[in-house]
């Protein structure tokens, strides 16, 4: 299994933009699919980005279409998540999430978690 360390959260206004950052150690990161998930209080934990093990493959979930990307940094071993636009409704402790893949982009099947950092958008 990798460790993940989440950074970049906080607290900003609608319309602001973040950059969320995600370390990944312990293992080969390129042999991982990557993503991005968030969970606002009294709801399930909800898929946001994915990128594929090799970068060329990214996913979305529609809420946050055309807002924000995901891209990842192999030799920082590090996973990006830059949102801008932002909106109360992101409001949520996003968290970071691997799984060995070399399928493409995923939305499920992750086993390795970090411990969440906390965004929150005021109106």
């Known amino acids: 299994q990798v460790q993940l360390v989440e950074s970049g959260g906080g607290l900003v206004q609608a319309g602001d933009s973040l950059r969320l950052s995600c370390a990944v150690s312990?293992?080969?990161?390129?042999?991982?699919?990557m993503g991005w998930f968030r969970q606002a209080p009294g709801k399930e934990r909800d898929f946001v980005a994915a990128i594929s093990w090799s970068g060329y493959s990214t996913d979305y979930a529609d809420p946050v279409k055309g807002r924000f990307t995901i891209s990842r940094d192999d030799a920082k071993n590090t996973v990006y998540l830059q949102m801008n636009s932002l909106k109360p409704a992101d409001t949520a402790v996003y968290y970071c999430?691997?799984?060995?893949?070399?399928?493409?982009?995923?939305?499920?099947?992750?086993?390795?978690w970090g411990q969440g950092t906390q965004v929150t958008v005021s109106s």
């Open positions: 312990g293992r080969t990161f390129t042999n991982y699919a």
């Open positions: 999430a691997a799984t060995m893949s070399r399928v493409g982009a995923r939305r499920n099947g992750y086993n390795s």
